[in-house]
């Protein structure tokens, strides 16, 4: 008698297991564990037949538009519960996160994607700036202070940025949530989603928070994301590494090194 359960059979001549290499490995909850945090290879060396794992690709947040900033959108999340393998080798890419608008007055870059097989994470929208609206991305970016709308996510990966408002920009869209709307202050970035696939409750891809001439700035979305800074002189929050949070918007700042996306992330998990 054959019995397939969570990529594993059992049978009269023992138990087939998957074993696998690549990234880092650790080991929680009688599984094993495979965190990628820069580009690699997962090699799979043995599976049984309809093998599953569980997966889950961040891609890298976008980068903070350069004045009037609206919070940069986070890295697109996939998760799939049963990713089906074989034994082969499999490319693993990390997308790095979007740069901050170079000078005054210049939007930032999307981030880049994060692969793993048919699971294409899409990188963040950049946050919006005085004169030129946010990007579309995994989450969408923010729009700056000058009244510009917030930019939309990619379906099944994020969501949209905020609305500006006033001196405000808006908040970026994150994995969870939109991006807040600009009212009082500037808007928050949208909160990610939180998963144990690494074996403790992590929270991945949380927008950027807007930026602000005077008051409250918006904070980043939990998930890495950014705040936002407040009048000339004030320095905006990146994006935290292998989350793929979105960038804190800029006010006015053409020096400042702050407000980049955070790098994304691949988990790979199966029982072990």
Do not use: C, W
């Amino acid at each position: 008698m054959i019995l397939a359960s969570h990529g594993l059979i059992a049978s009269s001549g023992g138990v087939v297991k998957i074993t696998a290499t690549g990234g880092t490995i650790t080991y929680s909850g009688g599984r094993t564990i495979h965190t990628f945090t820069s580009s690699g290879t997962f090699t799979v060396l043995t599976a049984p037949l309809a093998a599953t794992v569980e997966a889950l690709v961040v891609a890298g947040g976008g980068g903070a538009g350069n004045y009037a900033g609206g919070g940069a959108g986070a890295g697109g999340l996939l998760y799939d519960a049963a990713k089906s393998i074989t034994a082969t080798a499999y490319t693993i890419t990390i997308g790095s996160g979007g740069t901050k608008g170079a000078i005054s007055g210049t939007i930032g870059t999307n981030g880049n994607n994060s692969v793993f097989n048919t699971l294409i994470a899409t990188g963040g929208g950049a946050g919006g700036t005085i004169s030129i609206y946010p990007a579309i991305g995994g989450s969408g970016g923010g729009g700056s202070a000058f009244l510009e709308p917030g930019a939309s996510g990619t379906s099944g990966q994020g969501n949209a940025g905020g609305n500006a408002g006033g001196s405000g920009g808006g908040g970026g869209g994150g994995a969870g949530a939109v991006g807040q709307n600009a009212g009082g202050g500037a808007g928050n970035g949208g909160n990610g989603v939180a998963y144990s696939i690494s074996g403790t409750s992590t929270y991945y891809a949380g927008g950027g928070g807007g930026s602000i001439g005077s008051g409250t700035a918006g904070s980043g979305g939990l998930g890495g994301g950014g705040s936002g800074a407040i009048g000339s002189s004030g320095t905006a929050g990146s994006g935290t590494s292998n989350t793929g949070g979105g960038g804190g918007g800029i006010y006015y700042s053409d020096v400042s090194p702050q407000g980049a996306g955070g790098s994304g992330i691949v988990i790979i998990s199966y029982p072990t």
